[in-house]
Each structure stands twice: as structure tokens, then as C-alpha cells.
């Protein structure tokens, strides 16, 4: 079974805008971390903010913003303000405890001048 | 520069031949993990070595083979290459306890 959906392959958005891209997790572990990374097309692979399963609040990074809604499974990025080099893939990803990092299959965001 | 280093960036190489990516982990970590990124799979995990240690196996195919040596930093071995090996693979490490990874800038591998 899939542990990471992200159900939007791609997203446009427009400049200054903000974004939110969509993330939904299976765990039976109440111990775990989520995370969102962007990939450019350089390719380097670029952490942007995690959330902890016993996080309280929800993490913030700049312009980065992570919707935490745990009864729901669910761990959306939202970007403020976005920008032209926002373009990029994001992935989010889980680690439960004691495993490994499992990676969704991404979304392309583009945004438009 | 996230600390975690990746040699080289670029590999083109033909069917049959072999080849090895090397990574060095940031300082003070002791766990490297190999990904594939490639167009159809995502990201997959491969291997993990701790402190010298084989730790946990992914889908990687028995082609390959990886090992991390007393300094700590990793090779991975790819043989008898095709072409659907052609991908980016990644290279991260961790501190044990912490649930994080930072990556390295990839190898991109190009099988002709």
C-alpha cells in the first residue's frame, strides 16, 4: 500500500500567490516525521521543513508553512508569497521510527510570472 | 553545500560495463542511504549502512552492491549496467536518533 499520496502531479500558480500542495500519509506508528523536500531541476534534492507526529504546533520555515492535521493524516505544504524560482518538484516524505524514509511521487509546481 | 558529497556528478557509460558512485557523508554521521530517482519509480530506497554495517536493504537489484568503508564514506557498485539503470542516484546521511537526512548533490548515470 501506498504510504506517501500526492494526489496532484502538477500545480501552477501565479507569482505572489500562495500555494498549498497535498500530502496524505498511512502509519500505524505513532512515532514518526514528515518532511518536504524540493527538487529543482539541478536535481539537488533540498530539505524544506519538518513536522513531528508529537509536534503541537504546526512548523513553519519562512515562507514555508506545513498544515499538520494528524486524525486526518494529512501534512500539505502551503508557500506564501511564491516566487519564480519556487518551480521546482516537492516531495513529501515519512520516517517512521527505526525506518527508513519513505518519498511520495511529487508534484511539479510552476509559477507564473 | 549540504555536507554530504557525491562523486561524480555526471556518468555516462555503455551497457555491460560497471561503474562506482561514491559518497561521503556529513561530518559526525554515521548512516548512509542510497536512493534511484528514476522517471517511472520515484525516489526508492536501496541501501542503508551504519558505521560500517549493512543496516537495512531496499529494492536494490543484485547487480548492485554497496559497502561503507572505516572512514566512513560509501561506495555503491553497479554491474553488468542496462539501460534502464540510467537515473539520478542520491546519497544521504543522518544522525542516529534523528529523524532527518541531509542529501548529496546526486550522480546522474547515463547508460547508452
Known amino acids: 500500500a501506498q504510504k506517501i499520496t500526492q494526489t496532484q502531479p502538477g500545480m501552477f500558480v501565479q507569482e505572489k500567490e500562495a500555494v498549498t500542495l497535498d500530502c496524505t500519509y498511512d502509519t500505524s506508528d505513532p512515532s514518526y516525521g514528515l518532511f518536504w523536500y524540493k527538487q529543482p531541476s539541478s536535481g539537488e534534492m533540498i530539505f524544506l521543513i519538518y513536522q513531528g507526529s508529537y509536534d503541537q504546533q504546526n512548523a513553519t520555515e519562512g515562507r514555508y508553512s506545513l498544515n499538520f492535521q494528524k486524525a486526518r493524516k494529512s501534512a500539505n505544504l502551503v508557500i506564501s508569497a511564491s516566487q519564480l524560482g519556487d518551480s521546482a518538484m516537492y516531495f513529501c516524505a515519512m520516517r517512521e521510527y527505526g525506518q527508513n524514509f519513505v518519498f511520495g511521487p511529487g508534484t511539479r509546481l510552476s509559477v507564473l510570472p | 553545500d549540504s555536507g554530504v558529497t557525491q562523486t561524480p556528478k555526471h556518468l555516462i557509460t555503455a551497457t555491460g560495463q560497471r561503474v562506482t558512485l561514491r559518497c561521503s557523508p556529513r561530518s559526525g554521521d554515521l548512516s548512509v542511504y542510497w536512493y534511484q530517482q528514476s522517471l517511472d519509480q520515484g525516489l526508492q530506497f536501496l541501501i542503508q549502512y551504519y558505521n560500517g554495517e549493512e543496516r537495512a536493504k531496499g529494492n536494490i537489484l543484485e547487480r548492485f552492491s554497496a559497502q561503507q568503508f572505516p572512514d566512513l564514506h560509501s561506495e555503491l557498485n553497479l554491474s553488468s549496467l542496462e539501460l534502464g539503470d540510467s537515473a539520478l542516484y542520491f546519497c544521504?546521511?543522518?544522525?542516529?536518533?534523528?529523524?532527518?537526512?541531509?542529501f548529496g548533490s546526486g550522480t546522474r548515470l547515463t547508460v547508452v
Open positions: 544521504a546521511s543522518s544522525v542516529e536518533g534523528k529523524y532527518g537526512y541531509t
